[in-house]
């Protein structure tokens, strides 16, 4: 079955430290997003991409970095620049005006 | 900018109680309109979506949403709501094509027996 796939679904990072977040699409979709949620909050988009090896920053991009070598793939880097790490993280896909298609998604805290 | 508004930040119905569930966007041209639905530590399934055409529109799991214009609104119902219906709703708006989507922060239902 065609989807989006997120791991891991739990990560813990160390103060200091970077983390990647694994996004992987079977779904042939252009677009590709990193969303983070906190509490009481909504989505708030950290980065997309419409296209290979092109992306763009979202509302809050400070503290992270991504990369789109491959259409099926969108990994995002937390940085240890970021400094409220602690949240949901939540990558999706779309194709032209369908909506979006999310993952289940990876909980990330600082220990 | 554009932008959406739940106002209702928690809603508690009775198990076949009716459902509605209110959404304000503002948008400065017409907007592609969605409902998502979110299990806890789960991420977001679509529920339905508005481009154009009938203002009416049908979802999966028994849901509709009305788009008003004159409103700005976008209200989600259900005619009687169950017990799985119990999850956290967020309305979005976009611009269609691959233009980032704007979520609201969500409306969290609690369904009673």
């Known amino acids: 079955d065609g989807g989006i796939t997120q791991s891991p679904k739990y990560l813990f990072r160390k103060e200091g430290q970077n983390v990647t977040l694994s996004c992987e699409q079977n779904l042939n979709h252009d677009a590709m997003y990193w969303y983070r949620q906190d509490p009481g909050q909504g989505l708030r988009l950290i980065y997309y991409?419409?296209?290979?090896?092109?992306?763009q920053k979202g509302d809050i991009a400070e503290g992270y970095s991504v990369s789109r070598e491959k259409k099926e793939s969108f990994p995002l880097t937390v940085t240890s620049a970021q400094k409220n790490p602690t949240a949901f993280y939540l990558c999706?896909?779309?194709?032209?005006?369908?909506?979006?298609?999310f993952g289940s998604g990876t909980r990330l805290t600082v220990v | 900018a554009q932008s959406v508004t739940q106002p209702d930040i928690h809603i508690t119905v009775s198990e076949g109680a009716s459902l509605e569930l209110r959404c304000n966007y503002s948008y400065g041209a017409t907007p592609y309109l969605f409902w998502y639905v979110q299990s806890p530590g789960q991420g977001l399934q679509l529920l339905l979506k508005y481009f154009s055409g009938d203002t009416l529109v049908q979802g999966i799991k028994g849901f509709e949403a009305e788009f008003k214009r004159s409103q700005s609104s976008f209200n989600l119902r259900k005619p009687s709501v169950h017990w799985s219906d119990a999850a956290e709703y967020f309305c979005?708006?976009?611009?269609?094509?691959?233009?980032?989507?704007?979520f609201g922060t969500g409306t969290k239902l609690q369904v009673i027996p």
């Open positions: 991409s419409q296209i290979v090896n092109d992306f």
């Open positions: 999706a896909s779309s194709i032209r005006g369908v909506g979006y298609t």
């Open positions: 979005a708006v976009g611009s269609g094509g691959y233009q980032k989507v704007t």
